[in-house]
């Protein structure tokens, strides 16, 4: 149980890291400004990378059970997004 705790607090703190650092990218950023979706939303910007992040948690730790991290990262990452 340790274990997923580990790779939730991994995940939700990477998705708001990944998502500044993709809208930081010259060609995202007038997309933002514009307000196109997905790169201008919290929401999905959050979803689509932690979705991701956790395909890729799962993997690396082979074990499909990583997977139910993703609700509380999720919604960790939106917290701490807000803040940013």
């Known amino acids: 149980m340790l274990d997923l705790l580990i790779w939730a607090v991994f995940v939700a703190f990477g998705i708001p890291g990944i998502v500044l650092a993709v809208r930081a990218l010259p060609w995202v ?7 196109v ?21 799962a993997l690396a730790a082979s074990s499909p059970l990583v997977l139910v991290v993703a609700p509380p990262a999720y919604t960790v990452a939106l917290l701490l997004l807000r803040v940013l």
């Open 29 to 35: 950023s007038s997309r933002v400004l514009e307000g």
């Open 37 to 57: 979706k997905p790169w201008a939303c919290d929401i999905c910007m959050s979803f689509w990378i932690g979705a991701w992040l956790v395909v890729g948690a």
